[in-house]
């Protein structure tokens, strides 16, 4: 394949595309400022529309057939959906992807060098880089996680981080997840997706590959295993059949060569963890747990979880197993705590954010409470505490009545919310209705942390299937994309 | 060698036993729908409820004993959880929790199977539809078997996988024949009685095994000594047990804590059952009462198995 990269402009089965003024993934901007491979592109081009649609409709199937699917669970049926799977894929230069990975990367290190300072020497709160109450009075703040120090210093062992990129064409921090972020799965299971539907338009390309994330994570939490010990029995503790994430458990466990368990599998004795196996009692070492903090423990946490298991976190303090990710480790991905990331990167590392925030408006400071009621018709405005894009209000396009209703919850509890500006995401072609149109996207790459911190090449492309929709959460509509990273 | 939580042992057990279970459910709709064609509707649909225990739950004031409403009740009614459709979502569950441990292909089969099961309508029990939604559950069901058989693993799963599908097919074969002992009997009208025969042998496709094994003067006798004792039939009660306690070896072989002693009074309580059978009249009450022990027999080992290994 030729190598000579060009900014293409529309042609063939993008005929008639029009990003709408957005920065889009494959054309660039209006300054052009995309260069693919012009032979990848010109391939793309010569698609035919009709064989899209049918390759992209066998493709749904595929996912329906092997189960690749999120379960809704009602009183009488099991209902699979599919998350949409968009047949053209969003494509990454190596340059785009040397910023990411060393941008996460740094992101990474400034949250596990954050989370280990709060619940120990709590130097940055003593500082004043970041107000202590922000800290102190957070809803996953963990008190029992205080003086406690986790193997190799690691919190965030998996973490996603969200990106987009705006309408110049910068990538740009919209969220962390140092808690259990999902959707891994779908990055590796989209690509074999799009390998099987598309075999040619890989061909000679040099993708990036993504197949070895199992392997990788598996290594990286057993090298944080207790005494540093070999061939550790590691677990991923999943709530079971009906969390809708299922799927991504038995993917995840299957790839890493882990044992799947759920709480009632796991029982705690003299501060050691075990399963029950048909052969007596297993010890388990590490524990890569997709279930939150408040249920991981019904005697150190919220006694009704039927989740966990009792006396779990007692091991895990003792230093007899290993949790991943940490307990506690949600405090510095909050959405207030997020405002102060490009402070708190600079206090640890003493670095420039490689990849910078999207420009936040914290309404628990006066100023930024009274910029955002005077200007929240132009603004986006975020509870901190929700996640999966509930309760965002996008001020353009919000109608007069829910912009007063928001007003008024602002006004009764302004530190529950912050305010960004409408960030220009950018879009990507999209298989739409007749034809294909611009949708907008947004990015979360895996980082892995053990001894070191590995970043999956590519993640997660979430693209908007809704014309005009800005939100790419799965649950309210989204689909998703191949990503591609070019070698 | 890894150990295997004990939670999913018994998901293999039960998914082996639901796709044995709806397998069978559909051989015995389907030989009581051919028998009724040959017999101008005279087929007893009543005894096929009786069969499986279920005479108070059909009986909702809005069911007959037609072969449309008795084939709907066990094949597709999903609120009936005997019924072919139930047992293949509770199969696809059991499945879905062992995903990580049985092959990507056992998966994607089953799943498109139920999802195919699930368009399924009244349509499909109708008399010109019946035989071949039989036919139809009867291949998914081997289908499947046939997957497992070349891609899943020989390892503790897979034990249990068979144990559930062993002890399953046992129990059910000797529902097959208690469901015909009546019509067996020597005293019942000779005609009738060996059409039901080879109704009843097709039913458990060991027609042509029976003919190749016995000659034309066999009696009723005969058949149940060939459902419960042969040698090479594979849905024979004994070769069954046989089977399974090969596994239960394999699984000895593999814990540290070895033999299990409720199994093992289980295995020993069962195979000294079957041993009385040979020196009885295998025929009429009696047969039933021997069929009704064996069942229970059965039913013991899947206790002792979860005793055991489920928790």
Not at chain 1, 25 to 44: I, K, Q
Not at chain 2, 75 to 90: E, F, I, K, T, W
């Amino acid at each position: 394949m030729r190598t000579s990269e060009t900014s293409a402009s529309p042609a063939g089965l993008f005929e008639g595309y029009d990003s709408g003024g957005y920065f889009c993934e494959l054309f660039g901007g209006d300054a052009g400022g995309r260069t693919l491979p012009s032979a990848l592109v010109e391939r793309l081009q010569r698609l035919e529309l009709r064989a899209l649609k049918r390759r992209a409709k066998d493709a749904s199937q595929q996912l329906m057939d092997l189960g690749i699917t999120f379960t809704v669970y009602s009183d009488r049926d099991t209902i699979d959906r599919v998350l949409p799977f968009d047949p053209i894929p969003r494509i990454l230069s190596r340059t785009d992807w040397d910023q990411i990975e060393r941008g996460v990367k740094q992101r990474v290190a400034a949250i596990n060098a954050f989370l280990d300072d709060v619940y120990n020497d709590g130097k940055i709160l003593r500082d004043g880089a970041i107000p202590a109450e922000l800290i102190k009075a957070n809803k996953h703040y963990l008190k029992a996680m205080e003086g406690f120090h986790p193997p190799g210093g690691v919190y965030a062992h998996i973490a996603g981080i969200d990106l987009v990129r705006d309408g110049s064409g910068e990538f740009r921090v919209l969220e962390d997840n140092a808690r259990t972020p999902s959707g891994v799965s779908y990055v590796v299971e989209n690509r074999h997706l799009m390998m099987r539907a598309f075999p040619d338009l890989a061909e000679g390309v040099g993708i990036a590959n993504v197949d070895d994330y199992g392997a990788r994570l598996m290594q990286a939490l057993s090298a944080l295993a207790p005494g540093g010990m070999r061939d550790p029995c590691v677990a991923l503790l999943s709530p079971g059949v009906f969390n809708s994430a299922y799927f991504e458990h038995v993917f995840l466990a299957r790839e890493m060569g882990a044992t799947l368990v759920e709480g009632r599998d796991l029982v705690v004795q003299d501060d050691c963890v075990f399963m029950r196996t048909t052969d007596g009692l297993e010890r388990v070492d590490v524990i890569y747990r997709r279930i939150d903090d408040d249920f991981l423990d019904p005697q150190a946490f919220r006694s009704d979880s039927m989740l966990g298991a009792p006396g779990l976190f007692a091991a895990y303090k003792k230093g007899h197993v290993t949790l991943a990710n940490a307990p506690g480790a949600g405090v510095a991905d909050d959405k207030a705590v997020y405002a102060y990331m490009p402070r708190i990167i600079e206090y640890y590392l003493g670095e420039d954010p490689i990849i910078a925030n999207v420009d936040t408006h914290i309404c628990r400071e006066p100023e930024g409470l009274a910029y955002t009621l005077d200007h929240l018709d132009q603004l986006v405005t975020k509870p901190v505490g929700e996640s999966g894009g509930y309760g965002v209000v996008i001020g353009p396009r919000a109608s007069n009545r829910e912009l007063a209703a928001l007003r008024r919850q602002l006004k009764a509890d302004p530190s529950n919310y912050i305010s960004q500006p409408m960030v220009d995401l950018s879009v990507s072609p999209t298989l739409a209705g007749a034809g294909i149109g611009p949708r907008h996207v947004d990015l979360r790459p895996f980082a892995v942390t053990g001894r070191d911190t590995w970043v999956l090449p590519g993640g997660l492309t979430r693209v908007a299937m809704r014309k005009g929709s800005l939100v790419v959460n799965s649950s309210q509509g989204g689909g998703s994309k191949d990503t591609w990273v070019l070698a | 060698m890894p150990k295997l939580v004990a939670r999913f042992a018994e998901n293999a057990f039960w998914l082996g036993r639901y796709i044995e279970r709806s397998e069978n459910i559909a051989r015995i709709i389907d030989v009581n729908a051919a028998f009724a064609r040959d017999e101008a509707g005279e087929a007893d649909w009543k005894s096929v409820v009786a069969l499986y225990a279920d005479l108070e739950a059909f009986d909702n004031g809005e069911r007959a004993f037609t072969a449309e409403d008795v084939a709907y009740f066990y094949l597709l009614d999903r609120d009936n959880p005997n019924s072919v459709r139930a047992g293949m979502a509770q199969a696809r569950e059991n499945a879905r929790a062992i995903r990580h441990l049985i092959s990507t292909e056992m998966w994607a089969d089953l799943n498109m199977a139920f999802n195919e099961m699930r368009g399924w309508t009244r349509r499909e029990v109708r008399s010109t539809a019946l035989a071949e939604t039989c036919a139809r559950i009867v291949t998914d069901c081997q289908t499947f078997e046939g997957i497992a058989e070349g891609t899943f693993r020989r390892g503790e799963p897979w034990l249990f996988y068979q144990l559930g599908k062993l002890l399953e097919r046992a129990d059910q074969t000797t529902r097959v024949l208690d469901i015909g002992h009546k019509r067996l009997d020597p005293g019942a009208d000779e005609p009738l009685a060996s059409v039901y025969w080879n109704a009843l042998l097709r039913a458990v496709s060991g027609f042509h095994a029976f003919r190749n094994r016995h000659s034309v003067s066999s009696g009723p006798s005969d058949v149940a000594r060939f459902l419960l004792y042969d040698r090479e039939f594979p849905r024979a009660v004994a070769l069954c047990i046989e089977q399974a306690s090969e596994r239960l070896r394999s699984l000895e072989a593999r814990h540290e804590a070895g033999r299990r002693e409720p199994v093992e009074a289980a295995r020993r309580a069962l195979e000294f059952r079957l041993e009385t059978g040979p020196e009885m009249e295998l025929t009429g009450e009696a047969l039933h009462v021997f069929l009704d022990q064996l069942q229970m027999e059965l039913g013991r080992m899947s206790t002792a198995l979860a005793q055991s290994f489920f928790r």
